[in-house]
C-alpha cells in the first residue's frame, strides 16, 4: 500500500473509491463527522483530493489546507468547480476526464434535439394521460427538415455533435474563442449574429467565469420566437431567469436542457411550459461512460502517485508542472 493519501470529497462512485483504495491510502471527507478537525490534524498529509461536480467547490480557499496537496483528479471533463488556474499556479496538477464521454453526450445532445423539436415527451406523455383516445391525434410539431444549427463550443463534443448533425442533414456553423481552419462549417466571431443566423443554437462550451452568462438576452432574443435553445454543457453558460421569461413569453420557441444553473434546483416555471424538455444533467450517465470516467479519474492519480505524471492534465495545469 502506497503512502501517497487521497481525500475523496463527496459520495463517488464504487469503482472511483474501490480502485484508489486498492492502491492508496484513501479517506472519504463525506463520512468524516468533524471535517474540519479531521482537515486541521491531517491536512498535511493529503496529496490528492480526488471530486466531482455536486460535491462543492474545490476552491483556492478550499485547496490551501492541504499544503502538500499535488493532484486534484476531477470526475467529469468539466472542471468548473476547481480553480485551475490557482491549482497550476501553486505547483498542483488537476485532471480532468476527456475523450471517454465524448461521443455519449453527442448522442444525448441529439436525442434532446431531437424531443424538444419533435416533442417526444410530450407526445408520450399524451398517450399515458388518454389524451390520444379522448382528443385525437397528437398535434403537429416543428421539424429539423431544412433548418441550420449554430454550435457554441466546437470542441472535442461540439465536433461529434456536428458530425451527427450533418448525417441528419441539418446546416452547420459554430462560434468559439478561435476559428478552426480545418473545419468546412461557417465560423461567427460574434455569438448574436450566429444566433440570428440558425434556428437551432446548441451550447456545448466550458462553464466557469468566462462563459458565464454568454447565452445572453440579446443571443436568444436573435434566435427568436421560432429559435430552440439546447444546452448539454452547464447551466452557468445561459442567462436562466432571462431564459425563463423568454420562454413563457414565447419570444424563444423552446429549449432543450440538460444542466442548469443551480442543479438540483430547475425553475419551477419551466414545469408547466410545453415548449421544454427538461433533463437532470444526464449527458454522460450510462454506466459504459461512467465506468469509463470513473477509470480515468483512478488511473491519473494512480499514474501521479507511482511517479509516471498524471494522464490528462487540463490546459491550465500542463505537465509537467513550471512553479
Ligand atoms: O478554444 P476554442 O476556440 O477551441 O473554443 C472552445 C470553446 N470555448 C469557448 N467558446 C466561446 N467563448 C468562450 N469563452 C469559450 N471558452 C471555450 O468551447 C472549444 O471549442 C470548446 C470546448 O471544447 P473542449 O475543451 O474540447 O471541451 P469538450 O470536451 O468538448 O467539453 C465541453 C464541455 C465541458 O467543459 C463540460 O462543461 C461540458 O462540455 O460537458
Known amino acids: 500500500m502506497s503512502e501517497f493519501e487521497v481525500l475523496i470529497t463527496g459520495p463517488i462512485m464504487p469503482l472511483i473509491r474501490e480502485g484508489l483504495e486498492a492502491r492508496l491510502k484513501v479517506h472519504r471527507l463525506y463520512e468524516i463527522a468533524d471535517k474540519a478537525a479531521f482537515i486541521a490534524s491531517h491536512g498535511k498529509a493529503i496529496r490528492g483530493l480526488v471530486g466531482g461536480s455536486g460535491h462543492g467547490k474545490i476552491d483556492a ?11 486534484v483528479g476531477n470526475f467529469g471533463v468539466g472542471y ?18 476527456p475523450d471517454v464521454l465524448t461521443d455519449e453526450v453527442a448522442d444525448l ?14 407526445a408520450d406523455r399524451y398517450v399515458r394521460e388518454g389524451k390520444w383516445v379522448s382528443a ?7 421539424s429539423l427538415r431544412e433548418k441550420k444549427m449554430g454550435i457554441l463550443g466546437l470542441g472535442r463534443i461540439g465536433a461529434a455533435i456536428a458530425k451527427r448533425a450533418a448525417a441528419f442533414g441539418l446546416a452547420l456553423a459554430y462560434h468559439s474563442r478561435s476559428p478552426k481552419p480545418e473545419v468546412p ?15 437551432i443554437l446548441m451550447v456545448i462550451a466550458p462553464g466557469g467565469e468566462s462563459t458565464r452568462g454568454i447565452v445572453s438576452r440579446a443571443v436568444m432574443e436573435a434566435l427568436g420566437p421560432a429559435g430552440v435553445l439546447i444546452n448539454v ?20 420557441g423552446a429549449a432543450g436542457l440538460d444542466v442548469f444553473e443551480k442543479e438540483p434546483a430547475v425553475p419551477s416555471e419551466l414545469f408547466p411550459l410545453e415548449n421544454v424538455v427538461l433533463l437532470p444533467h ?15 479519474v483512478v488511473d491519473n492519480v494512480v499514474s501521479f502517485s507511482e511517479g509516471r505524471g498524471p494522464l490528462t492534465p487540463v490546459p491550465e495545469t500542463p505537465w509537467p508542472l513550471h512553479k
Do not use: C
Request: proline content about 5%; cysteine-free; hydrophobic content about 40%.
Open 61 to 71: 480557499a478550499f485547496m490551501q489546507q492541504f499544503p502538500n496537496l499535488q493532484i
Open 282 to 296: 444526464v449527458g454522460s450517465a450510462s454506466h459504459y461512460t461512467r465506468n469509463k470516467m470513473g477509470q480515468l
Open 136 to 142: 385525437g391525434n397528437f398535434p403537429l410539431t416543428g
Open 185 to 199: 462549417y461557417p465560423y461567427y466571431a460574434s455569438l448574436v449574429d450566429m444566433a440570428r443566423d440558425v434556428d
Open 233 to 252: 454543457a452547464r447551466g452557468t453558460l445561459v442567462d436562466e431567469p432571462v431564459m425563463v421569461e423568454l420562454l413563457k413569453s414565447g419570444k424563444l
Open 109 to 122: 445532445a441529439m436525442g434532446l434535439l431531437i424531443s424538444t423539436v419533435r416533442r417526444l415527451p410530450q
Open 80 to 97: 468548473d468547480g476547481v480553480d485551475a488556474k490557482w491549482a497550476g499556479e501553486n505547483g498542483i496538477v488537476v485532471t480532468n476526464t
